[in-house]
Structures are given as structure tokens and as C-alpha cells.
């Protein structure tokens, strides 16, 4: 078990391995498990074996990111929940905020251990204790609290679809843009999936453990993130975080070459990494006034949009972009042509 302390801050224990035996063998403590239909059918058979539990199963997807069901879950938890109870949260992104916002307000803050069983949650979202709940706009309500365990399989990768494996890639390609791209193609070329993860989580723990609360460098984590928001903000837009973040990024790739003089041949290296992984790079997006209003209401924002942009490869920075540049630069983005090919 790899302990890792987050500064001043509680601790965040990762356990890495490649299977689930030592779920199963957690503590002879009652369990309360609360997953979505698609994960509580696709590991039955693990989740059975473990002892002394009470399920919480919630619909699967975002739109079941909100207050009512929580207010579901709390009910339940109130009705069966002691001091011996050890909540389990087991599934992907959706999951994790719904777990972790729900134990960090009941009665003050309860533990909790985190199995992640995407990719994106397992380096991402289970990470830094932040999470999130849609009002009216998405992730608008949240707090920070992180489990006492993150249980990190990593043989789920030969198990997941391409479209999941590729989202979580986006994310690990994203800590390497400002750490050490060249690292990462070492661990490619040798396939140590085991190294890229434990490497991508310490890269990203570094910097919380710097700023656990972003009032600083943490922000540099949100790299692409305010423009996927605005995508998946419009419900015409029908892509996953993961592809919404890969815009993202290049988007910032395209306004960083603007505002900092970023050479052209530096982004082309960048989007041929992306077409390793045969990710299919778009920048025709349906965008509307009413969306860039939303994003205003994000979490990352107070008056102004902040993005997060890159000044050399490798170092972001944050700059304030007025809503009508913004706009302006979304148009010149959409009327870029992009050959998947050759980017």
C-alpha cells in the first residue's frame, strides 16, 4: 500500500494492484455499496463475494448526477447507516461525485474507500477529493473530501471498451503535457500501463498537495476542462468528458498560439500524439450565447472566464478571456480544417 500525504491535509491512501482479491477480504465491518446498474451487472461476480453488505444501485449517467438522487441515497443511509458501517463507492466518474459529496456533508463528513472502474475515474476524478453535483449547470455544487483508500486495478484496461480506454488517456496525456512528455512515450513503447498509473496519479497529487483547495497551481489541472464544459453543457453535443476534454485541450493548443506565439510545429507534435491513440480530432461544435452565459456559473469562474493556456509546452498559466472573445475565438476555431491524418 502506497500511503501518500497531501500537506496539512488528511491522507489519501492508494492501493495498486492487479485484481480484486483485497476487496474482497476489507474488513469483517458491515458495507453499505452504492453503484449504477451498469457496474453493480459488469462486476457481479466480484461484488458478491464481498461480505456483509447493503446495496445502494442509482440509474446509470450523468443526468442522475443531482439532488434528487442524493436525497434518495441520504434516506437509505439514514435509515441503516452506524458507526461500523464502511461505505463503499464502486464505478466511474458519475459515481465517485455522487459518493464523495454525499459522505463528505453526512453528519459532518463520513470515511469512505473508492474502486474506481474506469480509467478516467481511477487517475482522475478519485483523486484530490473534488467533486460535484449538476444544478442547473454542471457541477455547480461540490465540496472536497477525499476517501481513506482509492483501490487501483489496473488490469481493467484489457477489459474496458476503446471509447472508456481513450477517455482516460486524454487525462493521462494531459498530466504528461506539463510534466514529461517524453517519459510518457518511454512507458508507451514498453507498455508499462502499471508505471503509466502510479506516475500520472504522483503527477497529479503533486500539484493538490501544493494548493488543495485551487486557489493556485492546482487550477492548472482544469487544462481544457472550461471549454469541454461548455460542450457538454449543450445538450446537442452528444460526446463523453473524455472527447470533450480532447477539444478542449486543443482548443487552448489554438488560443495559446495566439495570446503566447506557441510554434505551430509544437502543436502539430501535440495532435500527432493524440492520432497514436487514433483519437478522431473535431472542432466543429454547436455553440450558443446561452452556453458561454452557463459556463459563467461554473465552478472555475467568478466574474470573468478564466482558461487555463499554455505560455511554453509544458508550463500553463491562467488568463481572463471576455465573453466576446471568447466567442470570436470559437468561430475561428470551428473554421479550422484539421486532417486526422496529418495534424
Not at 491535509?9 to 483485497?22: A, D, G, H, P, R
Not at 473534488?130 to 461540490?142: C, D, E, P, R, V
Not at 512507458?187 to 485551487?214: A, G, M
Not at 508550463?315 to 466576446?324: P, V
Request: a positive charge.
Amino acid at each position: 500500500m502506497k500511503i501518500i500525504k497531501f500537506k496539512k491535509q488528511s491522507i489519501c491512501s492508494l492501493y495498486v494492484t492487479n485484481n480484486y482479491k483485497s476487496l474482497i477480504k476489507i474488513n469483517n465491518f458491515k458495507k453499505i455499496i452504492i453503484t449504477d446498474y451498469n457496474v453493480y451487472i459488469n462486476f457481479y461476480s466480484i461484488i458478491k463475494k464481498i461480505k456483509n453488505y447493503k446495496f445502494i444501485i442509482i440509474p446509470s449517467g450523468e443526468l442522475y448526477k443531482n439532488l434528487n438522487t442524493i436525497k434518495i441515497i441520504w434516506k437509505f443511509m439514514i435509515k441503516f447507516f452506524n458507526k461500523n458501517i464502511t461505505i463503499l463507492s464502486i464505478g466511474g466518474g458519475v459515481i465517485n461525485d455522487i459518493v464523495c459529496f454525499i459522505c463528505s456533508v453526512f453528519l459532518r463528513g463520513i470515511n469512505f474507500i473508492e474502486v474506481p472502474t474506469t480509467l478516467l475515474c481511477q487517475i482522475d476524478s478519485s483523486i484530490g477529493g473534488k467533486n460535484a453535483i449538476n444544478f442547473f449547470s454542471k457541477n455547480l455544487i461540490g465540496t472536497i473530501k477525499n476517501p481513506i483508500l482509492i483501490y487501483l486495478n489496473y488490469s481493467i484496461i484489457f477489459y474496458m471498451n476503446k471509447n472508456d480506454l481513450k477517455d482516460g488517456f486524454v487525462e493521462i496525456i494531459k498530466y504528461f503535457l506539463f510534466n514529461n512528455l517524453k517519459f510518457f512515450f518511454y512507458l508507451y513503447k514498453i507498455f508499462n500501463f502499471k508505471k503509466i498509473l502510479i506516475r500520472s496519479c504522483y503527477i497529479k497529487i503533486k500539484i493538490i498537495s501544493q494548493d488543495y483547495y485551487e486557489k493556485n497551481i492546482r487550477s492548472v489541472l482544469n487544462l481544457g476542462h472550461t471549454y469541454a464544459h461548455c460542450i457538454e453543457n449543450n445538450k446537442f453535443n452528444k460526446l463523453s468528458h473524455g472527447k470533450s476534454v480532447l477539444i478542449g485541450i486543443i482548443f487552448t493548443l489554438f488560443v495559446s498560439s495566439l495570446y503566447y506565439k506557441i510554434s505551430l510545429l509544437k502543436i502539430s507534435k501535440i495532435l500527432k500524439l493524440f492520432l497514436i491513440f487514433k483519437f478522431e480530432i473535431i472542432n466543429k461544435i454547436k455553440f450558443t450565447i446561452k452556453m458561454i452565459k452557463k459556463i459563467t456559473l461554473d465552478k472555475k469562474f467568478n466574474i470573468k472566464i478564466n482558461f487555463v493556456l499554455f505560455k511554453k509546452i509544458s508550463f500553463c498559466t491562467k488568463k481572463i478571456i471576455k465573453k466576446k472573445i471568447l466567442l470570436f475565438l470559437i468561430k475561428k476555431f470551428n473554421e479550422i480544417k484539421i486532417n486526422n491524418r496529418m495534424a
